[in-house]
C-alpha cells in the first residue's frame, strides 16, 4: 500500500508571495492533518480535514488554509508569506471515521519551504 | 492546553545498551499517545501507538508503556544499533488534535 505522497518537496519563495503545497493520503484513509515544523517552535499542528470538511483548526494565522477533495488529497495555502514561514510543512492521514485523532496516523516526507 | 515534554533533550549511548526515552504530558485526559521517529530532513515513521485504556505496546526492539495518572510515557529500546540513531517524538491526542514533544535525539556510537 502506498503512503502518504506530498509535493513538491522543496519550495522556495519570496517574501510577499504565495504557495500551495498537496498531499495524498493512503488509500482509504479520510482525515489529513497538516502540521508545520521549526527548529525553534517543534511540531505545531495547523489544522485536519475529513470528509472535505475542516474539523479542527491550531493557533495559526488566517494566511493559512486548506481544502479537502472529494478523493481525500489535501492541499494547504499559504498567502502573503513571510520570513517566518520557512519550516517543514508534514501532512499525516488516519483512517478513522468518527474520532479524527484517535487513530494511528502516518506522515509524509513533507514540503521544505524556504521564504526569502 | 496540553503540553508534551521529552527529557533529555539530546542522548548519545554505545551500541548494545538498553536505553529509555521519556515523555510527559499535563494533561491527563488523552485519548492516545504515539511514539515517532525522524531521521534527519525526513517525516515521521509511527512506532507504537497506546490506546488511553492501554497500558503499554511492544513492537520488537521497542516497548512503550503508559501512565495517565502521572502523565508519564516511555520508550524503552533494548540493545541500540547504530540504526536506531535519530530524533524520537511523543505526541499525545486529546481526540481534537496531537500535541508534540520536542523530541530526543539519540545518537547510538558503533
Known amino acids: 500500500k502506498a503512503g502518504v505522497t506530498q509535493t513538491p518537496r522543496y519550495l522556495i519563495k519570496t517574501r510577499g508571495q504565495q504557495v500551495t503545497l498537496s498531499c495524498s493520503p493512503i488509500?482509504?484513509?479520510?482525515?489529513v492533518s497538516w502540521y508545520q515544523q521549526t527548529p525553534g517552535q517543534g511540531l505545531q499542528f495547523l489544522f485536519e480535514y475529513f470528509s472535505e470538511t475542516q474539523r479542527n483548526k491550531g493557533n495559526f494565522p488566517g494566511r493559512f488554509s486548506g481544502r479537502q477533495f472529494s478523493n481525500s488529497r489535501s492541499e494547504m495555502n499559504v498567502s502573503t508569506l513571510e520570513l517566518g514561514d520557512s519550516a517543514l510543512y508534514l501532512c499525516?492521514?488516519?483512517?478513522?471515521?468518527?474520532?479524527?485523532?484517535?487513530?494511528?496516523?502516518?506522515f509524509g516526507p513533507g514540503t521544505r519551504l524556504t521564504v526569502l | 492546553k496540553q503540553e508534551v515534554t521529552q527529557i533529555p533533550a539530546a542522548l548519545s549511548v554505545p551500541e548494545g545498551e538498553n536505553l529509555v526515552l521519556n515523555c510527559s504530558f499535563t494533561?491527563?485526559?488523552?485519548?492516545?499517545l504515539q511514539w515517532f521517529r525522524q531521521d534527519p530532513g525526513k517525516g515521521l515513521t509511527s512506532l507504537l501507538l497506546?490506546?488511553?485504556?492501554?497500558r503499554e505496546q511492544t513492537s520488537g526492539r521497542l516497548n512503550a508503556s503508559l501512565d495517565k495518572s502521572s502523565g508519564r510515557s516511555t520508550l524503552y529500546i533494548a540493545a541500540s544499533q547504530p540504526g536506531d540513531s535519530a530524533t524520537y517524538l511523543c505526541?499525545?491526542?486529546?481526540?481534537?488534535?496531537?500535541?508534540f514533544g520536542t523530541g530526543t535525539s539519540l545518537t547510538v556510537i558503533p
Open positions: 499525516a492521514s488516519s483512517l478513522d471515521t468518527t474520532r479524527p485523532m484517535g487513530h494511528e496516523q502516518f
Open positions: 505526541a499525545a491526542s486529546t481526540g481534537n488534535q496531537f500535541y
Open positions: 494533561d491527563s485526559a488523552i485519548y492516545n
Open positions: 488509500s482509504g484513509h479520510r482525515s
Open positions: 497506546i490506546q488511553s485504556s492501554q
